[in-house]
């Protein structure tokens, strides 16, 4: 942090971000439930229109009601990258997958994984794919070349969606945004930070695996100057309040400087997940503290109502739970399975 | 941050922290002005003990007041790791050192560098210290194998220095408490976060190079659990109202658990360092702030006095300085050099 003006400087070389090709196939493996293709699953859901068909091995147990392809009929259909949505116990590339990722790469096909383990630590894969020229996008690995953050000013309009605790619907939230704003005709980009979005999104950058230092700076490079009437929605990541990581929420918060928050929950947790001695924090404290933190950057930023995941709850539980989250907090609060997100979108500031 | 449960129990393998060999022979090289030699001053201000001399080259123009050593000198005197305590402009490795840093890694001293360019990148230095054994430490590098942190209350106490921002003392006012701390008979551990820190303690993690998702885990493994009446004094880095680093400083403060906390400033610093157009934060804030985000993972948190940097302020002017700042805070504030910090220590929770 001493020398952060030679490091701004030389990392101002840094690249773009890199796009995946579109379309997809997803890749299930040998995915034995719903839990281990999580990622398929949300690719499928938030972009069809990108996938192809599905490619699944021998015992496989999911069907995500799309084609089933292999290497070739992906090609045929104009699938350009094998999207890996399967995720195993440890995040590892089972050695069973290898044959077939080698096969799509030797065969044309760009490869993307968010494994914790990396594709390209696979020399069979990478001779595959330097051979016949595709690339290796594994979405956990930060893009070279982040700029340290300066904390200036950027036109267009920015939403991020905060949390009370991890895993409480952000990217979903998110995604439900962007989508609702384009249905409007209001111009806006999701703007991914987590592997599973980077992959629905077919570019972004995943914030948690980013150095300290560079964390505010990788979201401002993430969302750039735009027009003014443009929004990005901007995917959050963790909370101020767990202990594990608020440190790269701050640094997403800094560098985003949102125009609006949405604050995401689910009513009723105890304590913040993963971390049963500590409890899920205040509403109110969640909200004020996020917005304290978020005027460093903007003065204007202000939270503009909550996303409230209501699921398992009856409907009319659920409708109560949100009629007593807008009445303690004041704003909008909606569930965006059940009741969508046009509210939260007029509450945005013009 | 979605499977950090997953990440927090692959990473429990990690080992200790490294601890660099004392005593050490600086290297000067070619350094043209003390600032230049920055690092080098602090380890023989702060470890007179730990430097058996200065090493430098034709054309160096600063002198620390050791004895001039070579390679030879240096061993005989018991040196066993050469410390480069000297940055160029880009923090890059001059060629002209290369052949020293091979001579004394063949000789047998351990080298130990916290340049922005790292010893180990250099296949001459590598080779050397594989065959004659030594150690290539590269400040700048975490340790690998770092937890996610997890927020449990750890035995002992602990003291951090928080900032207004950069560059305003934190280093040198924890180094002060530390030493007035054993000079009293209470134990204490200075806990380095920066490369300087690191160098001068012998060990350390420089948390701003840390990934993220771990920084708060890896500040927990900084500073672990000790006997009730012992005191880690933990290096602060930067300022949660700086919008570079901002995620660093909140993630060692959770992973820290402060029971006391020291706001370092600069009195009159119009805005925050390498950002013209971010003034620096109202006092009152950052230290209420800093109380608030504290808190999460120690209830009784606090800030308990004010070390200001006066440096180039008549006497009088200084004596002013502090009673306003006493008057407005209501704490103690100490200039450390011009004061000395007893006065922090006597409003440490007992």
Redesign the interface.
């Given at each position: 942090?001493?020398?952060?003006?030679?490091?701004?400087s030389?990392n101002k070389v840094g690249g773009e971000l890199q796009r995946i090709p579109t379309p997809y196939v997803l890749f299930l493996g040998d995915a034995i439930d719903r839990e281990a293709a999580k990622t398929a699953i949300g690719i499928a859901h938030w972009r069809p229109d990108n996938c192809v068909g599905q490619l699944r091995l021998p015992g496989c147990q999911v069907d995500l009601g799309l084609a089933d392809l292999d290497v070739e009929g992906a090609i045929e259909r104009g699938a350009r990258t094998l999207v890996v949505g399967v995720a195993n116990r440890?995040?590892e590339v089972s050695p069973g997958w290898i044959d077939t990722l080698v096969d799509a790469a030797e065969q044309g096909l760009h490869l993307a994984a968010g494994l914790?383990t990396r594709l390209s630590g696979f020399d069979v894969i990478t001779s595959a794919a330097l051979a016949s020229g595709v690339g290796i996008h594994d979405v956990r690995i930060p893009p070279s070349g982040l700029p340290?953050?300066?904390?200036?000013r950027r036109s267009g309009k920015r939403l991020l969606t905060i949390g009370t605790d991890?895993?409480v619907g952000k990217m979903f939230t998110s995604l439900q945004l962007a989508r609702e704003m384009e249905a409007r005709g209001i111009p806006a980009t999701f703007r991914a930070t987590?592997?599973?979005g980077i992959l629905i999104a077919g570019e972004g950058i995943p914030?948690?695996?980013?150095?300290?230092?560079f964390?505010?700076?990788s979201v401002e490079r993430l969302t750039p100057e735009a027009p003014e009437d443009h929004w990005d929605v901007v995917e959050g990541?963790?909370s101020?309040?767990h202990?594990?990581?608020?440190?790269?929420?701050?640094?997403?918060l800094?560098?985003s400087q949102p125009d609006a928050m949405v604050l995401c929950l689910v009513p009723g947790r105890p304590h913040m997940?993963?971390?049963p001695?500590?409890p899920s924090p205040d509403l109110g404290q969640c909200l004020s503290?996020n917005e304290?933190?978020a005027r460093?950057?903007n003065p204007a930023a202000r939270v503009v109502g909550l996303s409230a995941n209501t699921y398992g709850m009856t409907p009319d539980d659920a409708e109560r739970t949100l009629d007593e989250l807008e009445r303690e907090l004041g704003l909008p609060a909606v569930d965006p399975v059940r009741t969508g997100v046009s509210r939260l979108i007029d509450a945005l500031p013009k």
């Amino acid at each position: 942090m001493t020398d952060h003006s030679r490091r701004s400087s030389s990392n101002k070389v840094g690249g773009e971000l890199q796009r995946i090709p579109t379309p997809y196939v997803l890749f299930l493996g040998d995915a034995i439930d719903r839990e281990a293709a999580k990622t398929a699953i949300g690719i499928a859901h938030w972009r069809p229109d990108n996938c192809v068909g599905q490619l699944r091995l021998p015992g496989c147990q999911v069907d995500l009601g799309l084609a089933d392809l292999d290497v070739e009929g992906a090609i045929e259909r104009g699938a350009r990258t094998l999207v890996v949505g399967v995720a195993n116990r440890g995040g590892e590339v089972s050695p069973g997958w290898i044959d077939t990722l080698v096969d799509a790469a030797e065969q044309g096909l760009h490869l993307a994984a968010g494994l914790h383990t990396r594709l390209s630590g696979f020399d069979v894969i990478t001779s595959a794919a330097l051979a016949s020229g595709v690339g290796i996008h594994d979405v956990r690995i930060p893009p070279s070349g982040l700029p340290v953050g300066n904390g200036v000013r950027r036109s267009g309009k920015r939403l991020l969606t905060i949390g009370t605790d991890c895993s409480v619907g952000k990217m979903f939230t998110s995604l439900q945004l962007a989508r609702e704003m384009e249905a409007r005709g209001i111009p806006a980009t999701f703007r991914a930070t987590g592997q599973t979005g980077i992959l629905i999104a077919g570019e972004g950058i995943p914030v948690d695996a980013v150095v300290g230092d560079f964390i505010s700076g990788s979201v401002e490079r993430l969302t750039p100057e735009a027009p003014e009437d443009h929004w990005d929605v901007v995917e959050g990541q963790g909370s101020l309040f767990h202990p594990s990581f608020a440190g790269v929420s701050l640094g997403l918060l800094h560098g985003s400087q949102p125009d609006a928050m949405v604050l995401c929950l689910v009513p009723g947790r105890p304590h913040m997940r993963g971390l049963p001695h500590v409890p899920s924090p205040d509403l109110g404290q969640c909200l004020s503290l996020n917005e304290e933190a978020a005027r460093l950057t903007n003065p204007a930023a202000r939270v503009v109502g909550l996303s409230a995941n209501t699921y398992g709850m009856t409907p009319d539980d659920a409708e109560r739970t949100l009629d007593e989250l807008e009445r303690e907090l004041g704003l909008p609060a909606v569930d965006p399975v059940r009741t969508g997100v046009s509210r939260l979108i007029d509450a945005l500031p013009k």
